[in-house]
């Protein structure tokens, strides 16, 4: 297994990710707590693009808990249908709509505890919710931030709360915010699955992955 970064290197990776985008944000859609909550249950097992054409006509009449229970089940499904596991996903967000409105005044909680008790909402969903919407450090571990991880030796870990675990325990507190977006946009465009794009690769230097590409 590829060994965790000194703490020196990581701070030059980072330094190197925000030189390049020093702001980087989520490429879900959404207006409110509400709706990201709900952009970010869809998202499973989807692509980040599949979601944002399913919600952009969505969260034109449904943008709070109240206004998506007046669409129901059947409405929402109509909109989500193009997205994978779209009829549980629709009776989750029903159902967590329903209980935020009983239980927390319509308002979404800024607590992962309360997050991860809502249907369809486990700790990457509230890891992203709270990080997005709060500016908590919470670092939401993807297949992307798992891959390019445990390739480069900058989070590395056997699995996904190992990995998360790697990144608020080694990365530099000041690049903790943006850590987890500044990982997935490179996994999601540079360092890919198959081919990696590592000729283009900003940290090239720095990555321990063994079968580099020129690409």
């Known amino acids: 297994m590829i060994k965790q970064m000194d703490y020196n290197t ?3 990776v980072f330094t190197r990710f925000q030189s390049s985008e020093a702001e980087p944000e989520g490429e879900l859609n ?3 707590a509400y709706t990201l909550v709900v952009a970010v249950a869809l998202s499973a097992q989807a692509t980040d693009v599949g979601v944002n054409k399913a919600t952009e006509a969505l969260f034109k009449i449904a943008d709070t808990p109240e206004k998506m229970l007046e669409l129901g089940e059947d409405g929402l499904i109509e909109h ?3 997205i994978g596991l779209f009829r549980q996903k629709a009776k989750n967000v029903i159902k967590m709509s329903q209980i935020l409105v009983d239980q927390y005044g319509s308002q979404v909680p800024n607590s ?9 909402v486990g700790r990457k969903t509230a890891n992203v919710v ?8 919470a670092q939401a571990v993807d297949t992307h931030i798992f891959r390019v991880g445990n390739r480069s030796g900058i989070c590395p870990g056997k699995n996904v709360d190992a990995v998360e675990r790697a990144i608020e325990d ?3 507190v ?3 915010h943006h850590a987890h977006h500044w990982l997935i946009l490179h996994g999601r465009y540079i ?3 198959r081919k990696p794009k590592c000729g283009a690769c900003i940290i090239r230097d720095l990555c321990q992955f063994e079968d580099k590409t020129h690409d």
């Open 174 to 176: 000041d690049f903790q």
């Open 170 to 172: 080694n990365i530099p």
């Open 191 to 193: 360092c890919v699955a």
């Open 112 to 120: 992962r505890n309360a997050l991860v008790g809502l249907p369809g």
């Open 80 to 82: 989500i249908k193009t």
């Open 130 to 137: 709270l990080n997005m919407w709060w500016g908590h450090p």
């Open 30 to 32: 959404h207006t409110n």
């Open 10 to 12: 990581l701070r030059d």
